[in-house]
């Protein structure tokens, strides 16, 4: 069965600097990869996706994330945080018949 | 703007009362998937649709079912609410692998 992890509960990063968000999958075939943010009180919003080809992919708000498949990994990055980037983020893989399995989500705390 | 919209945001209902949470889509999707999310425990599954009237169990059914009797509405229904489901309920709809589109959530309170 696919599972996620992300091992970090709880980040706190100083505005301006990078930022980097852990994720490890467990999936029998080529997954696919997701990252969503939730603002407090907010629905999750997609930040963005791997399905194939280039394994570094560009999403919204300056986010990228590199699939590597030696390491089951989908890390999510920031050259530089934003106060606004304070959030819950989530890391997600598509599982059978259209199934997305969450991992347990990230808080990322930004201090000025 | 494509939208998933939750009739509620917030919901206060009382120990054995029945609840329905309502989900509405307009994008033409053909899945739609109920998901409750806890501190610590991420999002997890408890119904998805990939069809009307077409319904599957998730990871964690007991204690709600669903109904879908038009494609572009899910519902949720709590047949007995207990203290133990105070939570997030979050909907999303689909139309392939390629991601979700998520409501804003209802947080469900039972007292």
């Known amino acids: 069965a696919q599972s996620v992890t992300q091992p970090d509960i709880h980040i706190t990063v100083s505005e301006g600097a990078s930022l980097e968000l852990r994720c490890n999958y467990s999936y029998g075939a080529t997954p696919y990869l997701f990252w969503y943010v939730q603002s407090p009180g907010q629905g999750l919003q997609l930040l963005l996706k791997?399905?194939?080809?280039?394994?570094l992919v560009q999403g919204i708000k300056g986010f990228e994330a590199e699939f590597k498949r030696s390491q089951s990994s989908f890390n999510l990055r920031k050259p530089s945080v934003h106060w606004s980037d304070a959030a819950e983020y989530f890391c997600a893989v598509g599982g059978h018949g259209n199934k997305l399995v969450f991992g347990a989500g990230t808080i990322l705390r930004v201090k000025s | 703007d494509v939208k998933v919209t939750q009739s509620s945001r917030y919901l206060v209902k009382r120990t054995g009362e029945k609840v329905f949470l309502e989900c509405v889509q307009d994008?033409?999707?053909?899945?739609m998937f109920w998901y409750r999310q806890d501190p610590g425990l991420g999002l997890r599954l408890i119904y998805f649709s990939y069809d009307v009237k077409m319904k599957e169990k998730g990871d964690i059914p007991e204690g709600y079912s669903v109904s879908r009797e038009k494609k572009e509405r899910f519902s949720l229904i709590l047949e007995s609410a207990s203290t133990n489901q105070t939570s997030m309920y979050l909907c999303?709809?689909?139309?392939?692998?390629?991601?979700?589109?998520f409501g804003s959530g209802t947080r469900l309170t039972v007292v």
């Open positions: 791997y399905f194939s080809g280039d394994t």
């Open positions: 994008m033409d999707h053909e899945n």
């Open positions: 999303a709809s689909s139309s392939s692998e390629l991601g979700y589109t």
